[in-house]
């Protein structure tokens, strides 16, 4: 059994709200994560099994590790097609918004959300939701990914019995790709009960391990490599290692979407690292990418530095400075953090 975690009133609102809605759109932040696909399929899947007619948005295109997920070539990408959404966002009567906090996650789609007067959903596990991003906010930041929201919601309005293969195995990959394949925020037994809940409907647990973790190309191994090799500093003073990657070392690698994803992980496999950062050069901006161990809150840094946000072992956020001013400017931050970062084992 799951211990009710959502508020009985958000399920009753919610199952009424999809009752009444005929048209529905759902949308997840940009660059979607595994837990960002996994949540709005799931969601999709379980609005199929009901026969309501939905469809996913999200702003710009994803990794093609995730093209193999239940029906996520039906997805509409904005940045290709922004004529189409617009016009089925145009009828749309219910959206229903994934994995992310506030409107400024879903780039360009931002301002046409802000100005659809139909009712809107959130189901979201980071911390402090903007609090007029929806009617009715489901956001359970404890929670390790939004997928299990999903999950958890599905099956407290009760619609387990009838949940599908697809639905399950969208879940799962959330579930998975935001708890590091269970290795981080997963010692909750209340997972494992879902996971086993989850295999009931026939996913293939295995499978969908190969499917996200064991695809990538040989270009990809390659820029792993030298990222390691040639791009990692590693600062014992601050338990910190950063990785830089500029435009031009990313093409000479032939980057695709998502190929860098992983990469910040990999230095915490280092003795005393405690947190990690990559720098990457976009075409428009510089991303950086944090990931930390025990307490040490990389949000913070994220969204004071930044413009960005995220968990306290896992953020991200941007820099309109060059790659190399970027670089210097983390560097001069860390020293603030010096103590703190000596702090953690
Ligand atoms: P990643 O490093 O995998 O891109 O992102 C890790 C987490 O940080 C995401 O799950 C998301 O919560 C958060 N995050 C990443 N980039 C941004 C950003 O630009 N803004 C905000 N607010 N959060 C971000
Ligand atoms: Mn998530």
């Known amino acids: 059994m799951l211990s009710k975690i959502i508020a009985e009133s958000l399920i009753t609102d919610t199952r009424q709200y999809i009752e009444n809605a005929n048209n529905i759109i759902i949308i997840t932040h940009i660059s979607p994560d595994g837990d960002a696909m996994g949540s709005a399929l ?33 997805i509409f990408i ?17 959206i229903i918004m994934t994995d992310f906090n506030t409107l400024s996650r879903i780039g360009a789609l931002q301002e046409i959300i802000e100005k659809f007067t139909g009712d809107k959903i959130l189901i979201d596990h980071h911390r402090n939701p903007d609090l007029n991003i929806a009617n009715i906010i489901i956001s359970y930041p404890h929670i390790s990914s939004t997928s299990e929201i999903v999950f958890r919601l599905i099956y407290r309005m009760g619609f387990s019995e009838t949940m599908n293969n697809c639905c399950a195995t969208s879940i799962y990959t959330g579930m998975m790709t935001d708890t590091g394949a269970f ?94 950062i990559l720098i990457k050069e976009n075409t428009t901006h510089v991303k950086l990418s944090f990931r930390s161990r025990g307490s040490f ?13 995220g968990h306290i072992n896992a953020a991200g956020g941007e820099s309109y400075e060059s790659i190399n001013q970027t670089f210097k400017r983390v560097k001069e931050i860390l020293p603030l953090y010096k103590e703190q970062l000596n702090s953690i084992d």
């Open 42 to 74: 799931g969601v999709y899947h379980f609005l199929s099994s009901l026969n309501k007619k939905a469809s996913i948005v999200v702003p710009n295109k994803f990794a093609s590790f995730f093209n193999w997920m239940p029906a996520a070539t039906d």
């Open 183 to 276: 290795t981080f925020n997963s010692n909750n037994p209340e997972i494992y009960f879902i996971i086993s809940e989850l295999l009931t409907k026939g996913i293939d647990k295995d499978q969908i391990y190969n499917n996200i973790y064991n695809t990538y190309s040989a270009d990809r191994l390659r820029l792993m490599g030298y990222a390691l090799t040639a791009k990692m500093e590693v600062l014992d003073e601050y338990k910190t290692a950063i990785i830089t990657l500029t435009a031009d070392e990313l093409e000479h690698y032939n980057y695709q979407e998502g190929d860098t994803e992983g990469f910040v992980n990999l230095p915490l496999s280092i003795k005393g690292v405690v947190c990690s």
């Open 297 to 309: 809150p990389v949000n913070l840094i994220a969204s004071n530095y930044f413009h960005g946000g």
């Open 78 to 94: 904005y940045e290709v097609q922004e004529e189409k959404i617009n016009q089925l966002i145009s009828v749309a009567d219910l």
